[in-house]
């Protein structure tokens, strides 16, 4: 069964760079019918999609954080990354990484998620 | 960007009512919708895909209607463990929107 696992540090100071890792188990990283996408959710709100890489190493970005983030893959780890620079208190949200597949349109399964917060 | 408009934000419902609520895209989706359920402290979970096709393991008093541009979710006979927020997300396209949530609460 996939089972994804989000980790990083909860706590980043603003202006700094946000990096988290989404470690996947139970099944390869490396398939031609998934991608891979990090969503997140401000307290008390709702979900907001970050951005999608695929098998190719192509990414799909939210066009409002785009300029800030970076998601790429590594396969040999199994591990899916997320970097958001210049973060700032509007950063702060439980990030989930999730798998993606685009026959379907769906995330899932998902990670329990991990809470980032942005203070100076 | 495709914009997700999810009505109404809150529903106020009692155990084994029947409760819809709607989510319209700004723009055709044809079925490319999903609705999740999001109990708190948990991630999101699944419920129809393709904007009527129930997921495995999800009771068959879910069920997701429409094409286009709006859709419904429908659950008929509400159970306690029902009482949570429901996403719908477009899958037509990138970027990916989520609508804002409805939230189904005890009466």
């Known amino acids: 069964q996939l089972q994804l696992q989000e980790s990083g540090p909860g706590l980043v100071k603003t202006s700094e760079t946000l990096s988290l890792t989404c470690s996947v188990s139970?099944?390869?990283?490396?398939?031609?019918?998934?991608?891979w996408g990090w969503i997140r959710q401000p307290p008390g709100k709702g979900l907001e999609w970050i951005g999608n890489i695929n098998y190719r190493g192509v990414t799909y970005y939210n066009l409002s954080l785009k300029s800030r983030i970076t998601i790429s893959v590594d396969k040999a780890r199994s591990q899916v990354s997320l970097k958001l620079n210049s973060v700032t208190a509007a950063d702060t949200a439980l990030y989930y990484c999730?798998?993606?597949?685009?026959?379907?349109?769906?995330?899932?399964?998902w990670g329990q998620g991990t809470l980032v917060t942005v203070s100076s | 960007d495709i914009q997700m408009t999810q009505s109404p934000s809150s529903v106020s419902a009692s155990v084994g009512d029947r409760v819809t609520f709607t989510c319209r895209a700004s723009q055709d989706i044809s079925t490319w919708l999903l609705w999740y359920q999001q109990k708190p402290g948990k991630a999101p979970k699944v419920l129809i895909y393709?904007?009527?096709f129930l997921q495995s393991g999800v009771p068959a008093r879910f069920s997701g209607s429409g094409s286009g541009t709006d859709f419904n979710l429908t659950i008929s006979g509400l159970q306690t463990e029902d009482f949570a927020i429901y996403y719908c997300?477009?899958?037509?396209?990138?970027?990916?929107?989520f609508g804002g949530g409805t939230k189904v609460e005890i009466k």
């Open positions: 997300q477009q899958a037509k396209s990138f970027p990916l929107t």
């Open positions: 139970g099944g390869s990283i490396n398939t031609v019918d998934y991608s």
């Open positions: 393709l904007a009527s």
């Open positions: 999730s798998r993606w597949s685009d026959s379907i349109g769906w995330f899932d399964p």
